[in-house]
């Protein structure tokens, strides 16, 4: 079974201006240290807001977190993956889940998902190679 690398990075959303913090075998204070570290303090403060979750909750999951920055919402999403992913049937499904929650809290914020599942489709796909990319360290 083979074993993914430790990665903490940035994913696009293709044609939409927003990005993913994806981390993968990383527990929340590894994160938060990490992110500390780059000065990424947005980030920082949007994962807090999930402390609990993140320390007493599943393995893995999706979030959205909202931040007033001068006076104007500002959406952080993120993809944690806590235990490493094995590039196995049920992980892939797992991350699977995770992308969807993704597009579930973004594409209804742009276009109606009931009429556009297309748009959907195509940015599930983009999210899923872009993790699976920086998993196997391309």
Known sequence: MKKSKKVLGILNMGIFPTDILF???FAYEEIVKELEAQKCNEWVFGIKMHEQLLTNGGDWCA????INEHGRDVLYFYIILKTPFRFEDEDYCKLAHEVLHICQFFLPLVLKRDNEY???????THIMRQCLKLMRGK
């Open 23 to 25: 981390c993968n075998g």
């Open 63 to 66: 979030l959205r977190s909202s």
């Open 118 to 124: 297309e748009c959907e489709a195509y940015l599930h």
